[in-house]
């Protein structure tokens, strides 16, 4: 008799992975996964939102969503409650080129320290060049 008994453990090990089980049905079936973007965005702050933006950010990288960085922050433009509104960055391939970023395109990674460009594109970033 005591060789066809089930512990109480073992039992309940066994609801667990059914209720488990169970549960996971309860997503929406056809829901698609965040985008990479999106998942980052939520991981970082608009540069607006970021108090004593000209030490914070001094010479914090700039990278693209890919995560390359392409220059290094050297001027912070301030509206009048002392938040950013544009950031000066120095090119990394051209270091003598800066261009100013709007913050609509901009939040800062503080887990990795890095200010990431959501819409930078080539095209924009050679307008911006030739000011």
């Known amino acids: 008799m005591r060789d066809s008994m089930i512990s109480k453990f073992a039992l309940a090990c066994v ?4 209720t488990g089980g169970a549960t996971a049905g309860l997503v929406a079936e056809g829901t698609p996964a965040p985008a990479a973007q999106i998942a980052e965005a939520s991981l970082a ?15 914090v990288a700039v ?10 922050v050297v001027g912070v433009a301030l509206d009048g409650a002392g938040r950013a509104t544009r950031v000066r960055v120095a ?23 890095v ?6 594109h080539a095209p924009t970033m050679a307008i911006a060049d030739a000011r």
């Open 63 to 72: 990278q693209f969503n890919n995560g390359k960085s392409f220059g290094r």
């Open 45 to 59: 702050t608009p540069i607006s939102a970021i108090a004593n933006p000209d030490s914070s950010f001094r010479n």
């Open 91 to 113: 090119l990394d391939d051209m270091p003598s080129e800066k261009i100013w970023l709007d913050q609509d395109d901009l939040v800062y990674s503080r887990s990795r320290d």
């Open 15 to 18: 609801a667990a992975i059914f």
């Open 115 to 120: 200010i990431v460009a959501h819409d930078v």
